[in-house]
T-cell receptor
């Protein structure tokens, strides 16, 4: 089974709808991240969480909100979806930093289309 | 602020050709980490390599090699004898050591098309 899972994998919705993307992990990591990927822009950080009570905005948080329901679950919500939120969304996890960099482990991605 | 630039948006080669993907980065930190990821058509991100700023040795892994040069702030990726299965989008990324959240800054990606 995959260590980081995302649901749904694909979603088509309409402008103005509320959408939730979910991420679950079995790696036991404290840190979780949400990125979006747009052509030519690479991945950009939306939100990140160090633990259940610690949520932080990333580079492009406007129009998004998140919920860390448990150590293993981190959800991304679009309260009122708009077409320019059409993108590929990735969840990632990492362990607490030790002496060296702690690698981020990515989920398979959710492709969201807003019509 | 940290920044990663991949100036080549698309590269097309014929199978068995060698190809180099360029990556130039900006950072004020003396300690940082550089990465390459592969994104095949299926969409997932595949980790290829991590390099820390104190290790400038070039690395070779099969047909893949990486050239890290701090003097030019570059971390280029070469595929030797390219194959059709190498067709993908490749991302270079950077993380500064004093970045408490381990956040990654990605370049825009280079789409590599290898034709038979």
């Amino acid at each position: 089974d995959a260590d980081v899972t995302q649901t749904p994998r694909n979603r088509i919705t309409k402008t103005g709808k509320r959408i939730m993307l979910e991420c679950s992990q079995t790696k036991g990591h404290d840190r979780m991240y949400w990125y979006r990927q747009d052509p030519g822009l690479g991945l950009r950080l939306i939100y990140y969480s160090f633990d259940v009570k610690d949520i932080n905005k990333g580079e492009i948080s406007d129009g998004y909100s998140v919920s860390r329901q448990a150590q293993a679950k981190f959800s991304l919500s679009l309260e009122s979806a708009i077409p320019n939120q059409t993108a590929l969304y990735f969840c990632a996890t990492s362990d607490l930093p030790r002496e060296d960099y702690n690698e981020q482990f990515f989920g398979p991605g959710t492709r969201l289309t807003v019509l | 602020a940290q920044k990663v630039t991949q100036a080549q948006t698309e590269i097309s080669v014929v199978e068995k050709e060698d190809v180099t993907l360029d990556c130039v980065y900006e950072t004020r930190d003396t300690t940082y980490y550089l990465f390459w990821y592969k994104q095949p058509p299926s969409g997932e991100l595949v980790f290829l390599i991590r390099r820390n700023s104190f290790d400038e040795q070039n690395e070779i892994s099969g047909r893949y090699s990486w050239n890290f040069q701090k003097s030019t702030s570059s971390f280029n990726f070469t595929i030797t004898a390219s194959q059709v299965v190498d067709s993908a989008v490749y991302f270079c990324a950077l993380s500064e050591a004093d970045n408490a959240g381990n956040m990654l800054t990605f370049g825009g990606g280079t789409r590599l098309m290898v034709k038979p």
